[in-house]
């Protein structure tokens, strides 16, 4: 859709307490991320933990993000995130083979 984000949710999402704000961004972006991911090939299971790494990072930079609407869209930021998680999704799979385990025990 062409709605744009509100510049009062992400004010609310600046603070990662703010359930509300959070479930709403959930509510609109999740599947509109899901969806890009499942096209560049990721199977259900990998978009999701896109989806949850892509959380994890907004969560860590939305505290310090200024939103200028004369840069650009939310959703432009948004998906530089998502393509960035994608990237780091995509070299920790070169790094560990299908079916690698990790040994715990020398954690």
Request: charged fraction near 25%; include cysteine.
């Amino acid at each position: 859709s062409g709605n744009r984000t509100s510049p009062t949710l992400l004010e609310q999402l600046r603070d990662p307490k703010q359930s509300e704000a959070w479930s709403t961004f959930e509510g609109t972006y999740r599947d509109l991320v899901h969806r890009y991911c499942l096209r560049r090939g990721l199977q259900h299971a990998d978009a999701e933990d896109a989806w949850q790494q892509t959380l994890v990072s907004l969560m860590r930079a939305l505290p310090a993000f200024s939103y200028d609407r004369g840069r650009g869209r939310f959703r432009a930021y948004l998906f530089v995130v998502v393509r960035s998680v994608l990237a780091t999704l995509h070299e920790r799979r070169i790094r560990a083979p299908q079916g690698a385990s990790i040994d715990i025990s020398a954690i």
